[in-house]
Nanobody, 122 residues
């Protein structure tokens, strides 16, 4: 089993920045590919970013504004969000995938955190 816990969400004005953190525990963290997803009210959960040993991947909507990173020694994954827009408002969740390759679909991830709310005001 893997436990994931997100933190760092909050309320920010458009154009501002936030850094989300995801703490992982329970298994060897280095084996996982990790992803961030978000879900806005009334919408489906969507891919934001992912990271593995092979590199990173981003949704087109966040490319150039968001950066995903990981600290394997601390079992942490981060999402640095800059130039935030009101349409970035959502609950952001981190996810872990046992197969250590980057994936962008919800169904490809096994473990999920509960999420952290990000609200961007205009």
């Amino acid at each position: 089993q893997v436990q994931l816990r997100e933190s760092g969400g909050g309320l920010v004005q458009a154009g501002g920045s936030l850094r989300l953190s995801c703490a992982a525990s329970g298994r060897t963290f280095n084996d996982f590919a990790m992803g961030w997803f978000r879900q806005a009210p009334g919408k489906e959960r969507e891919f934001v970013a992912a990271i593995s040993w092979a590199g990173t991947s981003y949704a087109d909507s966040v490319k150039g504004r968001f950066t995903i990173s990981r600290d394997n020694a601390r079992n942490m994954v981060y999402l640095q969000m800059s130039t935030l827009k009101p349409e970035d408002t959502a609950v952001y969740s981190c996810a872990a995938r046992i197969i250590p390759n980057i994936a962008t679909r919800v169904s490809e991830y096994t473990y999920w955190g509960r999420g952290t709310q990000v609200t961007v005001s205009s």
